[in-house]
């Protein structure tokens, strides 16, 4: 019966340590459930974190991605633009090249024209000159000497001076239709300047006041009065003196016929 007894109690305090092991089992188990879940939520929260990070740099990644792409977009397009541009610098100055050629060319062409117009045009002159110097020399075989060839007619101009009246007495006492000169067109007008003489001309208004008229009686057509002239000072002065000295060819003026000038003449050429 005893043995019954102890049988009993040591099975019942078998069962007590089973309890209390499979306690600590339970409780070993549990906390290392617990510890297990805590690595498992700090791995989770450090994978959270890495994957967060990378897509961050992804993020990052692209948006540089994208910013170099446009850059290289503008970039190839100023590109582009520099070598269109080149190119049409370039065919620019090939057009310019092309025109400076083109006018070098012409520039030379015109210089040797020149050149040659030049030698033309003192070989012309010389020719000019030898026939101005041949056709003088023949047409002073038909003045009288001291007498001087213009045109058709020969000029003769005195040394000494008397009033207009006696100079037109001497110009037609030397025969040959001679007379006061008659100017009847500006060449005239400058041979007579050119003399570098002031002389008496073959102009008066005596025979009615302010009617200009040349000694053959012919009227006055070309006129190269002087400034403010002809005045007619007091009424009494009715002849024409040609003045030396002006710079241009209007040089008459009138005077009075008593005064003493130089005096022109002039007659038909001779044709013998």
């Known amino acids: 019966m005893f043995f019954i007894g102890t049988l009993a109690g040591c099975e019942a305090a078998s069962e007590g340590r089973q309890v209390r092991s499979g306690n600590a089992a339970a409780v070993g188990l549990g906390l290392l459930c617990f510890i297990l879940l805590a690595v498992i939520v700090g791995l989770s929260i450090k994978h959270n974190a890495e994957i967060q990070q990378i897509q961050n740099s992804y993020t990052n990644i692209t948006l540089e991605r994208d910013q170099l792409q446009t ?42 024209s020149y050149t040659n117009i030049t030698l033309e045009r003192d070989q012309l002159q010389t020719s000019y000159d030898n026939l101005t110097l041949e056709r003088d020399g023949l047409q002073n ?4 000497p001291g007498w001087k060839k213009f045109m058709s007619s020969c000029y003769y101009i005195s040394i000494n001076m008397q009033t207009w009246d006696q100079s037109r007495m001497d110009c037609r006492g030397k025969g040959r239709g001679a007379d006061l000169v008659i ?36 009227p006055l057509t070309t006129r190269f009065w002087m400034a403010g002239e002809p005045n007619s000072f007091a009424r009494a002065e009715d002849c024409v003196f040609s003045k030396v000295g002006t710079f241009t060819l209007q040089t008459w ?10 005096w022109i003449c002039e007659a038909t050429l001779s044709s013998s």
């Open 253 to 262: 003026l009138d005077m009075p016929c008593c005064a003493e000038n130089i």
């Open 141 to 144: 075989i038909f003045c009288p």
């Open 71 to 112: 850059s290289y977009t503008n970039i190839t397009l100023e590109r582009d633009q520099l070598q269109t541009s080149y190119t049409n610098i370039t065919l620019e100055r090939d057009q310019l090249q092309t025109s400076y050629t083109n006018i070098t060319l012409e520039r030379d062409q015109l210089q040797t």
């Open 183 to 218: 100017i009847n067109s500006r060449e005239e007008q400058e041979f007579i300047k050119r003399q570098g003489k002031g002389v008496w001309i073959g102009l008066t208004d005596a025979e009615e006041e302010g009617v200009w008229k040349w000694v053959d009686g012919s």
